[in-house]
């Protein structure tokens, strides 16, 4: 194996389960929470910490920080949304509890912040909450209908949302006022979204084993097949190191498969199977800026595949297995969960070579 | 389908029309199981608790996997549930699900075989249904009830205090013709021995197929319901590839009304018996012991479902048989 890539910076230690990890955008703080129901923030260098939630028995489920940073979202099983506003200074971890909304007998498992705007959209059974956290007041309630909402994602335009769920997704425009969505069939439940951050693709992992993908203004998708179970983490480069397109990575059971667009006038969409874990993969995530992507599984084993490709180290000290990762929006830090509560970050070897 | 892995949880199934005892029974599942962690999963409400167990009250949401076929459904709100329970440290020990009087119990069954990230972490061990002894005449029309008595693994004909003996002997015979396999008991208060419904692993291919011999010894069955039973018990041995090319066009084409089957055979060179069991179109078989020297080699079939006597079993399974007619 190759020189390491990433050095363990600091360690610690959640009540339980680590359900999400989510950067500040500027990549100063760290914000994780846990099925006990915590809610941290940490700081990046130093992991330095200050609970905004204390274990509470419901598992907090989903994290994440406004487009500016001044805002951190948390929500799960008791049905909470809580808003944080953090502290100008980034050195400073403390934070305001602004917003508690309520939603009984709710699971909140998903939420998104709009990419440029305050605006959180969150899942409600079988529609979403878009919220403005500035005006404190809902904006839309987009329904489903069909189906629960299973996961969501903003187009990095800012103008559509997507919703996900049985046998189709759907996209309103944000500029019509949510209204009538326009709806992509999926061939089973579609349990994972993701739009490239180009904004050309939206992918689907669907549970009848396949994997479409649409070009954004296009109605007809590529579908690939071939999966040995459902799909179900996606995520896309931020680089587009061939012909123009960026990286697909998804995971199913135990593997992870990357696709990408062969630059051939066909438009195919070629792939490798990337198959060193043992147990179900929980997270990919490719490096801002660049090709290595990041794999996550019950295994105990993070692995870090140079140029999506090849394995160039593999991090451990997760023993039940790692739940999940992040990284700093910079590509400075990865952030790694655990299922028996284990929060790492993990650090740029400064001596060695350049990474991608 | 593929068995579940060993240290997963075991799931029970509670299904039956409301007010047939489905609450009393899970509340004395409760109170055996104290001290152990259960979750319970319910659709309805009804009076459930006890301090300490975590109830949670889920609306059934039915996924498709295969452009609406019946046979490839799950439910969506149970993969969900379960995917988070599992996470928590101090996991349970035990999981039961309460489904409506109205619930279709195949997509709950279902779920357990085909959604791999459930199949890790749980394994059904039981579907028990609980019958109204006084009042299931009045439902034998709806399909639901029919259901739930075709795929049960236990049957609990309770209320018997308020029926007479001879309507019991003939409900029973009723629900005998409709499930061979089931083990019925006569319950007051769905009072019964805990280890009769927990523990059954009936969803084991290593548990030996367990045919009501009365079943078997009743020459004539009175098929007139829709909903059937019918078992197979022939020597001989089968030829593998027969057998495969029939079930799976039988599976292909008449899935939808074959509720589930279970079967142990005897493959042309095999020392070994094959065991098998199916729900709708999904079907898991593998090779079990070996024959023991001083037993009988045969072939035992139940199949349970919908319109039966058309499809010919019996006929096509000796088509299947070394020598057989094809």
Not at chain 2, 165 to 188: P, S
Request: a negative charge; hydrophobic letters at 45%.
């Amino acid at each position: 194996m190759p020189k390491p890539l990433l050095n363990l910076t600091w360690q610690t230690l959640l009540a339980d389960y680590v359900t999400a990890l989510a950067w500040s955008p500027d990549g100063s703080r760290l914000a994780g929470c846990s099925a006990a129901g915590e809610v941290v923030v940490f700081d990046a260098r130093t992991g330095a910490s200050m609970a905004l939630q204390d274990k509470q028995g419901l598992s907090v489920d989903a994290i994440a920080f406004s487009a500016d940073g001044k805002f951190l979202a948390a929500a799960g099983q008791a049905g909470t949304v809580s808003i944080w506003q953090m502290a100008a200074d980034s050195a400073e971890l403390s934070a305001k509890l602004l917003t508690q909304l309520e939603n009984p007998r709710v699971w909140v498992d998903c939420l998104r912040w709009h990419p440029y705007q305050p605006e959180l959209a969150f899942n409600l059974g079988r529609y979403v909450q878009v919220w403005d956290a500035v005006e404190q007041s809902v904006i839309a309630t987009p329904a489903f209908e069909t189906s629960s909402v299973l996961d969501l994602a903003w187009h990095p335009s800012g103008d559509y949302l997507t919703l996900s769920g049985n046998l189709s997704v759907k996209t309103w425009r944000r500029d019509d006022g949510y209204n009538a969505p326009e709806i992509r069939e999926t061939g089973g439940a579609s349990g994972a979204i993701a739009i490239s951050p180009d904004g050309q693709y939206l992918a689907s992992g669907n549970n009848d084993r396949t994997l479409l993908v649409w070009e954004w203004d296009n109605p007809y998708p590529w579908q690939m097949q071939g999966f040995p179970a459902k799909v179900r983490q996606l995520a896309w480069s931020t680089v587009q190191p061939q012909g123009g397109s960026p990286l697909l990575a998804a995971a199913c059971a135990d593997g992870v498969v990357v696709w990408a667009k062969a630059k051939d006038a066909d438009e195919r969409w070629t792939s490798h199977v990337l198959d060193l874990h043992s147990a179900p993969v929980t997270a990919v995530a490719f490096q801002p800026q660049s090709t290595l992507l990041a794999t996550a599984a019950e295994d105990s084993w993070v692995c870090l595949w140079q140029q999506s490709t090849q394995a160039a180290q593999i991090l451990e000290g997760a023993a039940d297995g790692f739940s999940t990762l992040a990284w700093s929006p910079q590509g400075k830090y990865l952030a790694t969960g655990g299922c028996g509560g284990e929060v790492m970050v993990w650090g740029k070897v400064m001596t060695g070579k350049g990474f991608g | 389908m593929v068995a579940a892995a060993q240290h997963s949880v075991p799931v029970t199934v509670l299904t039956g029309y409301l007010g047939a005892g489905k609450t009393t029974l899970l509340n004395r599942i409760l109170t055996h199981e104290h001290g152990k962690k259960v979750a319970v999963i319910v659709n309805e409400f009804g009076e459930v608790g006890i301090d300490n167990q975590l109830v949670i009250d889920a609306d059934e949401e039915i996924f498709e996997m295969n452009n609406g076929c019946i046979c490839c459904t799950v439910r969506g709100d149970l993969i969900r549930i379960i995917g988070n329970l599992m996470k928590r440290r101090d996991k349970f020990d035990h999981l039961v699900i309460e489904t409506t009087g109205l619930a279709d119990p195949a997509p709950v069954i279902q779920t357990f075989f085909v959604d791999d990230e459930v199949q890790t972490q749980a394994s059904l061990d039981a579907v028990v249904t609980v019958v109204d002894a006084a009042h299931i005449t009045q439902h034998w029309e709806a399909d639901e009830a029919l259901e739930q008595i075709a795929f049960a693994d236990v049957i609990l004909l309770n209320k018997v205090d308020l029926v007479t003996e001879e309507a019991l002997v003939a409900l029973e015979q009723r629900i005998r013709g409709m499930n061979a396999i089931a083990t019925i008991y006569r319950t007051r208060d769905a009072e019964i021995a805990m280890d009769s419904i927990l523990g059954v692993n009936a969803f084991d291919l290593g548990n030996a197929l367990k045919i009501d011999p009365e079943f078997l010894n009743e020459t004539a069955h009175e098929h007139d319901e829709t909903v059937a039973s019918i078992a197979l018990t022939e020597p001989g041995t089968v030829d593998g590839d027969k057998l495969n090319q029939w079930l799976g066009e039988l599976l292909r084409d008449r899935g939808p009304d074959i509720f589930r089957m279970k079967g142990i055979l005897n493959i042309k060179g095999e020392d070994c018996r094959f065991v098998f069991q199916g729900v709708h179109m999904l079907f898991e078989g593998r090779q079990d012991r070996p024959w023991r020297p001083d037993e009988t080699r045969k072939n035992e079939l139940v199949f349970i479902g919908r319109n039966l006597e058309e499809m010919g079993l019996e006929k096509a399974f000796r088509a299947c048989l070394v020598g057989g007619e094809f």
